[in-house]
């Protein structure tokens, strides 16, 4: 079975600086990997998908991940921060087997940004 | 466009008393519909998904059920609440037609089981 995980349920970076959202993943076969976004008291939103064409994928807002196979790892980053980047963020897999459409998510990191 | 509703918006009800919230989905036909669990720190726990009227799966044995009786519409119910079902519950569709799929996610219902 797929699983992820998010190393640090919480995230402190200042306006400007870089941000970094860590998530490895386990799979016995290749994954397809997504980030969501969810800002307070809404719904998830999609900021990004990798599945298997470029290993750095960029999404909506900025933001853009990297797959690394030899880290199992599919971590987020944005160069600068933005006050409106103020969310948390969950990662989630799939695993490749066509036909099975299930998410599998982390358990989210919340990103605080400081003036 | 595609867009998915949710409500209530916030409910707080009573142990034992039976819930029933309802998401709906326009713009699209056929859809794959999921209803998740997030409670605090525990990221998004899948509880049922449905492919098609009447077709439902369940992920996590429990006292929720979950019903689909029109296309774009998905139904999740309990006979008896308990205090671990406060939580926000969310909808969400996918197209289900190429893979891997995208989910997309109503606004969600907020649940405080008192």
């Keep these: 079975a797929q699983s992820v995980t998010q190393l640090g349920s919480h995230v402190s970076v200042s306006e400007g600086a870089l941000v ?10 290749p994954p397809y990997l997504f980030w969501y976004v969810q800002y307070p008291n809404q719904g998830l939103q999609l900021l990004l998908k990798y599945t298997s064409a470029a290993t750095l994928v960029k999404g909506i807002n900025g933001f853009e991940a990297e797959f690394k196979k030899s880290e199992t790892s599919f971590h987020l980053t944005k160069p600068s921060a933005h006050m409106s980047d103020a969310a948390e963020y969950f990662c989630a897999v799939a695993p490749f087997n066509f036909g099975n459409e299930k998410l599998t998510f982390g358990t989210g ?5 400081i003036p | ?14 142990v034992g008393s039976p819930l029933s919230l309802e998401c709906t989905v326009e713009g699209t036909s056929n859809p794959n519909l999921y209803w998740y669990r997030q409670a605090a720190g525990r990221g998004l726990q899948l509880l049922f998904y449905s492919v098609g009227i009447g077709q439902i799966s369940s992920e996590v044995p429990q006292n929720l059920s979950a019903s689909r009786p029109q296309d774009r519409q998905f139904i999740l119910s309990s006979k008896k609440l308990l205090l671990s079902d406060s939580g926000f519950y969310l909808c969400a569709w996918s197209l289900g037609t190429f893979y891997p799929e995208t989910q997309y996610f109503g606004p969600g219902t907020r649940l405080l089981v008192l």
């Design chain 2, 1 to 14: 466009s595609q867009t998915i509703h949710q409500w209530p918006a916030t409910l707080v009800q009573p």
């Design chain 1, 109 to 113: 990191t919340r990103l605080t940004i």
């Design chain 1, 20 to 29: 970094l959202l860590r998530c490895n993943y386990s799979s016995s076969v």
